[in-house]
């Protein structure tokens, strides 16, 4: 079945870097469009960034236009979201998440568990 894992995860101080993993597995990955979303806490999710199966990413979150960058491995089924300039208000569990599309215009359907990203000094 389709199983998605997120690493990367931690404690990172305002101004640092971190890079989300997501592994994926039981389904063919390079077909299929793959997303980034967070949550913090007493907030609602929000859709951060997305690749499509031909690499075409999208940043959903105009807060982290120009720090976040997504990436796929097609050779290793992973997805990758390199997070710079971290600020507080990027604290959140973050989620991977894949579509049943190549596109990421029509939402996503599994999801991982989440991997916590936590920004303070």
């Known amino acids: 079945q389709w199983q998605l894992v997120e690493s990367g995860g931690g404690l990172v101080q305002p101004g640092g870097s971190l890079r989300l993993s997501c592994a994926a597995s039981?389904?063919?990955?390079?077909?299929?469009?793959i997303g980034w979303f967070r949550q913090a806490p007493r907030k609602e999710r929000e859709g951060v960034s997305c690749?499509?199966?031909?690499?075409?990413?999208?940043n959903w979150a105009d807060s982290v236009k120009g720090r976040f960058a997504i990436s796929r491995d097609n050779a290793n089924d992973m997805v990758y979201l390199q997070m710079n300039s971290l600020k507080p208000e990027d604290t959140a569990v973050y989620y991977c998440a894949a579509s049943t599309s190549p596109s990421c215009d029509y939402g996503m359907n599994y999801w991982g568990k989440g991997t916590l990203v936590t920004v303070s000094s």
């Open positions: 690749i499509s199966s031909g690499g075409r990413s999208t």
């Open positions: 039981g389904f063919t990955f390079r077909y299929k469009a």
